[in-house]
């Protein structure tokens, strides 16, 4: 099962240690849009581009990062990998979320991280 990243479950970023799983490549996904609450992103529909990773879970792993998600809606979304689109599990929120910033260019980077 794939899974697309796009904050502190990124390789090199503080919760990655939750992945139990393979890097596939760097994706894209369209029509979000990236916002940080200070010390994580969070993702709803909109209409920019989310910057990520695209990794290969288990099921088993999925239940972890489902309890580290807590809250967040899993949803299944097409990624750009290298040009060819795949189907993925997003951890996203259905509205945008109060008093945030917008992370405009839709990379979420360690300077953002204040966990």
């Known amino acids: 099962m794939k899974l697309f990243v796009y904050g502190t479950l990124k390789n090199g970023f503080q919760l990655n240690g939750y992945l139990d799983g393979e ?12 916002y940080t609450n200070g010390s994580y992103p969070i993702i709803t529909k909109g209409k920019g581009k989310v910057f990520g990773e695209i990794w290969e879970v288990t099921n088993e792993n999925f239940k972890t990062l489902d309890l580290v998600e807590g809250g967040y809606d ?21 509205t945008k ?18 966990i």
């Open 23 to 34: 890097l596939v490549g760097e994706g894209i996904l369209e029509n979000y849009d990236m």
């Open 74 to 94: 899993k949803v299944v979304e097409q990624i750009n990998l290298n040009g060819k689109v795949i189907e993925c599990f997003v951890y996203t929120q259905a």
């Open 97 to 114: 979320p109060y008093g945030c910033e917008q992370i405009s260019d839709g990379i979420f980077k360690m300077e953002d991280e204040n």
